[in-house]
């Protein structure tokens, strides 16, 4: 079983350039979710899903859009990143529509922006 | 909106000592409350969960937690602290508007000093 996976680790961008980050899970979870996680500030909700073609906003959604096509994946695309998303972010899954809502989370990525 | 704070960004405790972590959450209704352990330079696991019934819940590696609502706290505890305990502590709260949403505490740190 390979969880949740998040490509990639690592990644430096320059200001002004666009990317993705790729969020998979093979737990036939409904609900998947990206946080970003800054010191001082803890984890940060993005953006959110709770089905295939449903999205919603988190905390945090500037800056940041996420589509839902599949069940498995949840991508996270900055159009125009900036040095204020400089940040480890993490991907996370879990069963929906339980108030028991246990998290799994990604390894996480690592995003620089010069 | 509900928010999570920790009181304390770094603890230090000896070796074999209490170890407590404290949360406050906010909440107009009666909350599902988690903590979450992060490792070095890993994605964050549950160490346990309260949803109702039993107020204090006892977690995996020796950690327990006591739901106090005329607090509204949640801190955790371990009786005896090992070394192999040092990570990243969060709190973390079901959002009463949609149990889909998990709201993160900013998190603690804590060290262990042999």
């Known amino acids: 079983n390979a969880g949740v996976t998040q490509t990639p680790k690592f990644q430096v961008l320059k200001t002004g350039q666009s990317m993705t980050l790729q969020c998979a899970q093979d737990m036939n979870h409904e609900y998947m979710s990206w946080y970003r996680q800054d010191p001082g500030m803890g984890l940060r909700l993005i953006h959110y899903s709770v089905g295939a073609g449903i999205t919603d906003q988190g905390e945090v959604p500037n800056g940041y859009n996420v589509s839902r096509s599949t069940t498995e994946d949840f991508p996270l695309r900055l159009l125009s990143a900036a040095p204020s998303q400089t940040s480890v972010y993490f991907c996370?899954?879990?069963?929906?529509?339980?108030?028991?809502?246990?998290?799994?989370f990604g390894a996480g990525s690592r995003l620089t922006v010069l | 909106a509900q928010s999570v704070t920790q009181l304390g960004s770094h603890v230090s405790v000896s070796e074999g000592a209490l170890v407590l972590l404290r949360c406050n959450y906010s909440s107009s209704v009666p909350p599902y409350l988690f903590w979450y352990v992060q490792y070095p330079n890993q994605g964050l696991q549950l160490l346990l969960k309260?949803?109702?019934?039993?107020?204090l819940v006892k977690g995996i590696n020796g950690f327990e937690a006591e739901f106090k609502k005329s607090e509204t706290s949640f801190h955790l505890t371990k009786p005896s602290a090992h070394m192999s305990d040092a990570a990243e502590y969060f709190c973390?709260?079901?959002?009463?508007?949609?149990?889909?949403?998990?709201?993160f505490g900013p998190g603690t740190s804590l060290s262990v000093i042999p």
């Open positions: 996370a899954s879990s069963y929906s529509g339980s108030p028991v809502n246990v998290l799994t």
């Open positions: 973390a709260v079901s959002d009463e508007t949609s149990y889909d949403k998990v709201i």
């Open positions: 309260y949803t109702t019934g039993a107020t």
